[in-house]
């Protein structure tokens, strides 16, 4: 078994190993509107929480919350996962969440981040105009 993700080796856990895990995952183990289902599926955060260790010392947990600081919230993924974002109208959820994921390693999709900063930015600016 794979050591539960921790912050400490956040440097080991690149976007690339993500998708990579994700490519590797069963077309049938995915489902859409909820996180995990009795049969065992899985959307993308289920599957990432699987990746990241699941309950085992929280690892699953601590990964989620890293993909969500680093580079997407829920907000911004469900939408892919369930097919409710048209930019991704891949016939499935395992397919639609790749697509997006290869976008935000290709810097096609903006990461929460960038998303962060610009609105720290735009903040920014207009507390300097109203200054001035």
Request: glycine fraction near 8%; aromatic fraction near 12%.
């Amino acid at each position: 078994m794979t050591k539960p993700f921790t912050f400490d080796d956040a440097a080991e856990w690149p976007l690339s190993r993500i998708i990579s895990y994700m490519e590797a995952t069963p077309d049938d183990s995915w489902t859409t509107d909820v996180v995990r289902t009795k049969d065992g599926k899985n959307c993308f955060y289920g599957h990432l929480h699987a990746l990241g260790g699941g309950d085992n010392q929280h690892g699953g947990s601590q990964l989620w919350d890293y993909f969500e600081e680093c580079y997407a919230t829920t907000y911004m993924l469900y939408p892919v996962n369930d097919g409710e974002n048209p930019k991704y109208p891949q016939a499935s959820a395992k397919h639609r969440v790749i697509a997006y994921l290869k976008d935000l390693e290709l810097g096609k999709e903006k990461t929460t981040y960038q998303l962060t900063a610009e609105d720290e930015q735009a903040l920014r600016d207009k507390l300097d105009k109203a200054g001035e």
